[in-house]
């Protein structure tokens, strides 16, 4: 009986260890991160700020009746 609780364990061991590496394969495993490396750089929208500057600079033109 000792011997088959054995053998069962093993079993099941090496059943766990195929799983795990199949769903690695399937998925792709961890990314590893990047250290120095930035992907979203920060840039200022200047299109914005001059259309906001546009528009407090324009007169009003006043209609006479």
């Given amino acids: ?3 088959f ?3 069962l364990r ?3 061991l090496v059943c ?9 394969g399937l998925t792709g495993g ?3 991160p990047s250290v120095g490396k930035r992907e979203d750089k920060q840039e200022i929208n200047k299109e914005a700020l001059d259309v906001a500057e546009e528009e407090k600079e324009m ?3 006043e ?3």
Wanted: charged share 20%; glycine share 8%; hydrophobic share 60%.
């Fill in 63 to 65: 209609i006479k009746g």
């Fill in 30 to 32: 961890i990314p590893i």
């Fill in 10 to 12: 093993r079993f099941l």
């Fill in 1 to 3: 009986m000792n011997r």
């Fill in 16 to 24: 766990l260890i195929v799983l795990a590496s199949i769903g690695i």
């Fill in 59 to 61: 007169p009003v033109a």
């Fill in 5 to 7: 609780k054995r053998l």
